[in-house]
């Protein structure tokens, strides 16, 4: 599904990611762990086009995307739940998840209307078949491929307050009245409702409460199962392989280690230098969190 070669981007003269390569593939949660500073959410910004790479190229389902802006991208149902939140805090949360909501069929077409004949003329007969042609090429650009569109689920405020709660009691309430783990809620269903086939996750159990944490990686793993492919950026290795199905490592930039979870977790040497855990006398060690699943 998702395909990044080579990809270089940089902050001013900092090179932050240094010819990364990595693969998401479909119907699959996929982990990058690392400690702070290694590029891990340069590389999700970079992935939606927030940080544009400077070199490489980053290929979604079959299409490039590595120049494409940001609301290109998220038309292709590619959306992030950023780090931090970043949620709207002067609006309620029902007004957060409406803006998110705007559906990629109307984006679509909107983009092939403008394309097809000006507004108030109707299209001859003569052009109908240069509007399928432009039609079709901008369902591409947009992404609207049906093989992806069939597997995505299909989501809007009502499903996600069922999933959340929470959120529905305090949907007339602002982003700024919210405690920490309801803006993280905000968050994720902030970019459900965008109905994405690809859900790029950028440490989503960052200050969570370990309550919290197990209701995330219950999520994750029912929207997998539901169809959608993720890519989860985590620091907490042990939540991480415990919700992954492959798992790459990063260090000052680059894909150092790439493997099924439970490889990783027994690998004492990457732990250690990479992800800052201690190393276990093998004799005595019970510390594999990998709970496999069925695929």
């Known amino acids: 599904m998702l395909n990044v070669l080579d990809l270089h981007t940089y902050y001013g003269d ?7 390569t990595m693969h998401v593939d479909t119907g ?3 982990a990058i762990l690392g400690r702070n500073g290694v590029g891990k959410t340069t590389l999700c910004r970079s992935l939606v ?3 544009p790479a400077r070199a490489g190229r980053i290929v979604f389902d079959g299409t490039e ?5 940001p609301h290109r991208i998220c038309a292709m149902r590619i959306s992030l739940v950023p780090q931090g939140r970043r949620i709207f805090p002067s609006l309620t949360v029902e007004e957060n998840l409406a803006i998110a909501g705007r559906t990629r069929a109307s984006l679509a077409s909107s983009v092939s209307e403008k394309r097809e004949h000006p507004p108030g003329r109707p299209a ?5 078949p240069m509007i399928q042609t432009m039609t079709a090429r901008a369902a591409r650009l947009l992404g609207a491929r049906a093989p992806l569109l069939e597997r995505a689920p299909s989501w809007d405020v009502r499903k996600v307050y069922a999933v959340f709660p929470r959120l529905s009691e305090r949907s007339g309430h602002r982003g700024d009245e919210l405690s920490g783990g309801e803006q993280q809620m905000l968050a994720i269903a902030r970019a ?6 690809l859900l790029v996750m950028d440490e989503p159990t960052e200050g969570l409460a370990p309550m919290l944490v197990a209701e995330v990686g219950e999520l994750i793993r029912r929207l997998k199962d539901e169809g959608t492919s993720i890519l989860l950026v985590e620091q907490n290795a042990a939540f991480a392989v415990k919700t992954a199905d492959y798992v790459h490592v990063m260090s000052k930039g680059q894909i150092v280690h790439s493997s099924e979870p439970a490889a990783l977790w027994a ?3 990457i732990k250690a230098q990479f992800l800052g855990v201690p190393r276990v006398d093998p004799t005595i060690a019970r510390d594999v969190p990998v709970e496999r699943k069925g695929r």
């Open 192 to 197: 459900l409702v965008a109905n994405p086939v």
């Open 267 to 269: 690998n004492q040497d």
């Open 65 to 69: 995307i590595t120049r494409l802006p």
């Open 14 to 20: 900092s090179h932050v990611l240094q010819g990364v």
């Open 28 to 30: 699959t949660v996929t």
């Open 49 to 51: 086009g927030l940080t």
């Open 124 to 128: 001859s007969p003569a052009k109908k």
